[in-house]
């Protein structure tokens, strides 16, 4: 019997705290306790619940237990440090912090606010200006890039005003009426931040002695402000000297030059071998993009002499349809530097003194002549240039979308068909004004192009129209399509994408002729 007693007092013992038996840990809790979330759960003073043991003798074990720092346990110590924290943190960091939750929160609601209120006041002031034009008053802007740059340069101008480069032909242009904007611009405060800052590098690499042609193609790459553009594309173009100090001079005998030719010249238009000449391009002149400015009788004078000079002075090619187009972005761009108005389409040029009139006129003959140097093949006999590039086009589209090739080949679709305009025209014909000045912005910031990068925007605007060619199954269907592609409300965003797109194939294909060939 002893010994059964002895059996059942070590059980009894034993059974008291067994080595390895659950405890609750905290500490350990997934999530880990946290004294900044669940600061409320510890009271100061209060000890975590332990597992109740009863006052017994411990077992050796027991007494290791107790004498061993644990890693899992939370001694007293421990408790009031946590207890203090939660309490401090509680009181102080906890609410200070959700203060500061609640008043961002608001600030956004309000800033949420004011920007619907800020939208519905556009609307609002969209809708006048609509009714205003159809009331005869002043128009939205002319080109998309431009639109960009009208309300940056405005908001630049009243921060800081810089004086034009004395090279310019005139004092200053008038500053751009306030508040226009383009009906494709998405008028946002960062894009107006972009567009002033853009503005400023331009006038700052402008207002140098000597400016850095290659930089100011880089800048000019991606569109260039409407107030800097005439004088941009004059220097891009090869018409001005890089340096400031000779333009005024160039200006003049370049001026000077182009009215001798004009009255040696131009008399001669009705003599029996020139009044063929005289005559096509008198026919062409009304059949212009835009027809509304083309049709004033003061623009149709200054495109007769331009085109009838030109004509005269390079006998090689003389005048060909098309050429005809080239002139209208010079003489939009340069009448620009002259007026308030956005669209110039509309504006009476007649209005303008003779001395101003006489100076865009010249420059924009001085520039046209420029660009087609580069380009002359393109209207010599036969146009050989033009009849290559639609070759070229052709084998360049076979390899960066076979389907669409195989579509138009199926159906008889001969590149020629459509392309030779957009080649003849340089896609005039095809985009809106707008589009087409902002188009060469990039022409004149790349070397050659007119003559190669031309190509590649026109790939890529051909393969923009993917999807509706294969949905055409008619040739005659497909042919109407191309030739009158729906570009009307295109603006800047997809001329951007447009010119995106042609850079990524010339990067491809031009250091690659071998792609061409099949």
Known sequence: MASDGGRKQFWKRS?????????????????????????????????????????KKVSTFQEFESNTSDAWDLGDDDDELLAIAAENLNTEVVMETAHRVIENHSKLQEQHKFQEEHLQEEKQV???????IACGDNRLVKSISEGHT??????????????????????SAPPLVSGMADCNTSVTPALTEREASRLDKFKLLLAGPNTDLEELRKLSWSGIPKRVRPIAWKLLSGYLPANVDRRESTLQRKRKEYFAFVEQYY??????????????????????????????????????????IWAIRHPASGYVQGINDLVTPFFVVFICEYIEEEEVENFDVSSLPEEVLQNIEADSYWCMSKLLDGIQDNYTFAQ???????????ELVSR?????HRHLDQHE???????????????????????????????????????????????AFLVRWRKEILEEKDFQELLIFLQNLPTVHWGNEEISVLLAEAYRLKFAFADAPNHYKK
């Open 384 to 394: 050989p240039g033009i009849q290559k590039k639609v070759k070229m086009l052709e």
């Open 400 to 404: 960066i979308d076979e389907q669409v």
């Open 15 to 55: 059974g008291a705290k067994v080595p390895g038996s659950i405890q609750h840990v905290y500490g350990a809790q997934h999530p880990p306790f946290d004294p900044l979330l669940h600061g409320t759960l510890v009271k100061p003073g209060s000890k975590p619940p332990t597992t109740p043991v009863k006052l």
């Open 150 to 171: 009208s309300s940056s340069s405005d908001n630049a101008s009243e921060n800081t005003s810089m004086q034009r480069s004395q090279s310019l032909p005139q004092t």
């Open 126 to 132: 969209e809708s006048v200006e609509l009714t205003s």
């Open 413 to 459: 679709v001969k590149y020629l068909q459509f392309a030779f305009r957009w080649m003849n025209n340089l896609l005039m014909r095809e985009v809106p004004l707008r589009c087409t000045i902002r188009l060469w912005d990039t022409y004149q910031s790349e070397p050659e192009g007119f003559s190669h990068f031309h190509l590649y925007v026109c790939a």
């Open 267 to 308: 008399d001669s238009r009705n003599d029996e071998n020139h009044q063929d000449t005289y005559r096509q391009i008198h026919i062409d002149i009304p059949r212009m993009s835009p027809e509304v400015l083309s049709l004033q009788p003061k623009v149709t004078e200054i495109f007769e002499r331009i085109l009838f």
